[in-house]
């Protein structure tokens, strides 16, 4: 791996000053920051050849059309789907889940359905399923948790039944950092012919993601959760299932022929990528998976492993503190509260030592009612962050507390 100087001389912003402290950038899950590669891959489309995709003759058009096809590849690769037509560029894992309940709720979904959510969800893997149950009297049934923030997987199996017509499940918590089953998740699911999406908002950034391997069904993601562009993402969809579901927005480059008595769709994966997409931002990704690779997914697990070994541990030191979430599979992510001081206050303070923390329920309110508490403070750790940072966010705690004293 690269010395972590080299690395994070990678990512410009890290090197800026915030209310003249140097910055300590711990809210990764929230979104990731750049590598000068990603940065200078944008401004090569908009200096050097701009113009809309799959519809032009000329030169331009040709190459952002092959560029941003390449992308697709790359991100096929990356994630080791079978084919580029099981990859669709969406707006964002938001966009790809909403999509995909829009379109499977129209295809499959009848009255008295049921659908799998956990406990441990995002907002955006909760409410398009509400959405979706609302329009077709259907029912959203969830997976519980126990205190250490992991599902129950006897609960599971339980209300797996001849009901069940989806399983949506994420990769890993975004609020507390705990990996899933999902194998076994998507193994039980399978046996009773049951289809799985994977939300990979969380999971895609840490090494963890072979659609193969898993087998799962949908998988999605966002552009700005793995080093690349915001107004990005990922809808991976097996063949199958594309090709069956409807689409889910209706224009211009998804469609075959258009009268006005019927219109017929695009081949796969056209067929779901209506209108001008962003194609600046599809080609940023594949920019931002290729320095991934360049890094090597392993070696970015294993710091990210021995980096939330070290938080934990310097963490935990701190008296007062309590550490929400504490699962033996793990990304490198603590959620925390402070003793009878508020979250806001905590994330304030560390602000004004330079260090970004996130706080609040992180968009994952069932999570927090579960602990009977209003949110947490979340500092999400990532490769290019480092030991004496953590020292940094430990100190800060300290001299929170100190000053509440
Ligand atoms: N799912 C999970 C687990 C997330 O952490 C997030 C964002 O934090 C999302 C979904 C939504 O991602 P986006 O806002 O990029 O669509």
Redesign the pocket.
């Known amino acids: 791996m690269k010395d972590i100087a080299e690395i994070r001389a990678d990512f410009p912003i890290l090197g800026r000053k915030v209310y003249n402290k140097p910055l300590v950038y711990f809210d990764n899950?929230?979104t990731t920051q750049k590598p000068q590669s990603v940065i200078d891959a944008l401004t090569e489309v908009y200096t050097t050849y701009n113009s809309n995709i799959h519809r032009g003759v000329h030169y331009l058009s040709d190459t952002s059309s092959e560029a941003y096809e390449a992308a697709r590849e790359k991100v096929r690769s990356f994630i080791n789907a079978g084919r580029r037509e099981e990859v669709v560029f969406t707006s964002?894992?938001?966009?790809s889940i909403n999509g995909i309940a829009f379109s499977f709720g129209e295809r499959y979904i009848k009255t008295g359905d049921e659908i799998i959510v956990s406990h441990l969800e995002?907002h955006?893997?909760i409410v398009p399923w509400q959405m979706m149950c609302e329009r077709k009297g259907a029912v959203l049934r969830v997976i519980p948790i126990n205190d250490s923030g992991e599902i129950i997987f006897e609960e599971y199996l339980k209300i797996l039944s001849k009901k069940t017509k989806l399983v949506s499940v994420?990769q890993?918590s975004?609020a507390l950092g705990t990996i899933l089953p999902i194998n076994k998740i998507i193994t039980a699911a399978h046996s009773v012919s049951v289809p799985v999406l994977i939300?990979g908002?969380?999971g895609i950034q840490h090494g963890m993601v072979d659609v193969k391997a898993m087998d799962c069904d949908f998988y999605v993601f966002?552009g700005?959760?793995i080093y690349g562009p915001n107004g990005i993402?990922v809808l991976y969809g097996k063949e199958k299932w594309l090709t069956e579901l409807p689409p889910f927005q209706g224009g211009g480059d998804m469609v075959d022929k258009v009268t006005f008595e019927k219109t017929t769709y695009n081949a796969l994966p056209f067929k779901f990528e209506a209108g001008t997409m962003n194609y600046p931002a599809a080609i940023g990704l594949g920019s931002a998976l290729d320095y991934v690779t360049g890094i090597g997914r392993v070696d970015i697990a294993m710091r990210e492993k021995e980096l939330l070994a070290y938080a934990t541990e310097k963490l935990s030191g701190i008296k007062g503190l309590k550490i929400y979430g504490n699962s033996a599979s793990k990304i490198s992510t603590i959620s925390f509260l402070l003793d009878k001081i508020h979250q806001y206050d905590t994330g304030m303070i560390l602000d004004k030592m330079g260090i970004a923390v996130r706080t609040g329920t992180h968009?994952a309110q069932p999570v927090m009612d579960h602990y009977g508490i209003g949110g947490t403070i979340r500092a999400s750790i990532c490769f290019y962050n480092t030991k004496e940072e953590i020292d940094s966010l430990a100190a800060g705690i300290e001299k929170v507390i100190s000053m509440f004293e």
């Open positions: 899950g929230a964002g894992t938001t966009g995002h955006a893997n994420t890993v975004n939300d908002a969380q966002s700005h959760k993402g968009c």
